[in-house]
């Protein structure tokens, strides 16, 4: 967490200068916004994720120093023996907002994720590289229900705050054929980051505050918990997310974006005993950490259906920081994609 200081550091001193509330915020941003008593939003936001490489604490690691750490799941192998190589995660959420008063905005958001992953396998006992394989999954992953609550508004500043439930419905028993140290194939339980859920019950607590600086720029901060408060035999770690964004509008129908986010989350609670491939992403401490994103974002408004004018959005996402517990692969680009329309 050493780096979290600075970044904070860093925030405050820009948040000083202040913002004004214009449009909506960059489209990697949930949450951001309410509406007018009777009004209803629908959004469809897709997004592309990739991950390569590997890192031990933060450090970058080489493959042959990852084959050296013991395999605390068996003593066949002695040794990690499978090593990702790359991971691409595509996901497609829909959402919809409905104000009934103008103090309460309700939200909804479902996800569809697909993962797929690129492996080498290497031999148990010689430890040349015996050949790659892929593994992937895709399902219907998690379901949100929040109601946004307007707490302050003034001319130039607005706050409100988020509760709300996650609901993760994804499989998390998903199996996959992989290539065994042993030089085999066979169909086992993939591991932990591989599932699509973890059927577990997380609560929302979030806040966000909207500051003018001139009737051309906005500037904003966001807070978001998840805090697990039901599971089975195990879940992902409870997570915290703050975005500061800053926006320049061009004209009413262009405007562009920059945002920090910082992530942290802790290890997987609990543990399934099926899981017990010889990788690293089969042991719940090589999960969680702190990490840091900036984005470049672009917000358009056109018509494209009768009625208001449709919103179309795009966001860069870079990771800066891979401060990840344990032995993790590490975050690269994040692309996002995004359409809403307001009735």
């Not at 008593?37 to 604490?57: C, F, H, P, T, V």
């Amino acid at each position: 967490m050493r780096s979290i200081h600075l970044i904070i550091l860093l925030v405050f001193s820009i948040s000083m200068f202040g913002s004004q509330a214009i449009g909506h915020a960059p489209i990697g941003v949930m949450a951001d916004h309410m509406h007018k008593k009777g009004e209803s939003m629908i959004s469809l936001k897709a997004s592309y994720m990739k991950m390569k490489s590997n890192s031990l604490d933060g450090s970058s690691i080489s493959d042959s120093e990852i084959l050296v750490i013991d395999n605390p799941h068996s003593n066949s192998p002695v040794k990690l023996s499978v090593i990702p190589i790359k991971m691409s995660m595509k996901m497609l959420t829909l959402g919809g907002m409905y104000a009934p008063s103008d103090d309460v905005t309700l939200m909804f958001m479902t996800m569809f994720m697909d993962k797929s992953m690129n492996l080498n396998t290497y031999h148990a006992m010689t430890r040349n590289n015996i050949g790659s394989f892929n593994s992937s999954s895709s399902d219907l992953s998690g379901l949100s229900f929040s109601a946004l609550v307007k707490i302050d508004e003034q001319d130039k500043s607005r706050w409100h705050g988020e509760i709300g439930l996650k609901f993760s419905v994804g499989d998390k028993n998903e199996k996959g054929k992989v290539l065994t140290p042993m030089n085999t194939n066979m169909e086992m339980i993939l591991p932990y980051g591989m599932q699509s859920g973890d059927e577990s019950v997380a609560l929302i607590i979030g806040f966000t505050n909207l500051y003018t600086l001139s009737d051309e720029h906005v500037f904003g901060n966001q807070i978001r918990f998840f805090k697990n408060i039901s599971s089975k035999e195990w879940h992902y770690g409870d997570k915290t997310y703050f975005d500061s964004w800053y926006q320049y509008s061009f004209s009413k129908n262009f405007s562009i974006s920059s945002r920090l986010r910082l992530n942290h989350q802790k290890e997987i609670s609990g543990l399934d005993p099926n899981i017990t491939a010889p990788i690293q992403t089969s042991i719940t401490s090589n999960y969680g950490g702190f990490t840091a994103e900036i984005g470049l974002g672009f917000n358009f408004l056109t018509k494209i259906f009768p009625g208001s004018e449709d919103r179309l959005a795009l966001e860069i996402i870079n990771s800066i920081i891979n401060e990840k517990n344990g032995l993790q692969m590490k975050d690269k680009t994040n692309i996002v994609f995004g359409f809403q329309k307001s009735f």
